[in-house]
């Protein structure tokens, strides 16, 4: 089994066996930045919706207040910590310079605004807790609008997996394919950190 894979079945079983707080769970995870993608999650739940076990506003509102719990979280981590502690001890759950640079640019360029629209934007909307945390954003005006941003998104993942129910052991079985993405992008990561360090040792 896959990386992918594994990760989809672990959170297919933990929604499966747990309901409401498996999607609860997952969805909180994610939004502390661990790898666990809603794209995955809330389609899941909504297959779950269409075999009659949950309902779509529930596991709307139960995935929209994960997303909320877990950003709050993060928030604080860049509240506390700031930059440098992301930078330090980040890359030990996966987030990278990158993910940090772009989060921050797209804090700057719109402001609390972005904590709304990054909602909607896989790849960005999992970090951009930390810039906001880092700004001193009120914690009330994130809160709202992380809310608010993290509900249409988790009714569209969960609308979709309730629509593409009858298809989803088809969908399953594709999953090993992004293995393959994965791979190739650990490969270039430790080949690009091989090339850092001996950038470094020369100089």
């Not at 992301?86 to 797209?106: N, P, V």
């Not at 605004?113 to 960005?124: D, N, T």
């Not at 945390?133 to 009120?138: K, L, N, R, T």
Request: net charge neutral; glycine share 10%; charged share 15%.
């Amino acid at each position: 089994m896959g990386i992918v894979e594994f990760v989809s079945q672990t959170t297919i079983d933990l929604i499966h066996y747990s309901g409401y707080w498996g999607v609860f769970a997952a969805m909180t995870l994610e939004s502390i930045c661990i790898p666990i993608p809603s794209e995955i999650i809330m389609p899941f739940a909504g297959f779950e919706v269409f075999k009659g076990d949950m309902t779509l506003w529930g596991i709307t509102i139960v995935g929209a207040l994960g997303n909320l719990v877990g950003s709050i979280i993060a928030y604080f981590i860049g509240l506390k910590g700031g930059r440098p502690l992301l930078e330090k001890y980040g890359k030990y759950i996966f987030i990278s310079h990158k993910s940090l640079d772009r989060a921050d640019q797209w804090f700057e360029k719109y402001g609390p605004e972005a904590v709304f629209i990054s909602r909607f934007l896989p790849g960005i909307r999992t970090f951009i807790s930390l810039p906001a945390g880092i700004a001193e954003m009120d914690i009330k005006k994130f809160s709202i609008y992380t809310f608010a941003g993290s509900l249409p998104w988790a009714f569209a993942l969960g609308y979709m997996g309730v629509m593409l129910g009858p298809e989803w052991d088809t969908i399953k079985s594709y999953f090993h394919i992004l293995d393959i993405t994965v791979v190739i992008g650990v490969i270039v990561g430790i080949i690009y950190l091989i090339y850092k360090y001996k950038t470094r040792s020369q100089i």
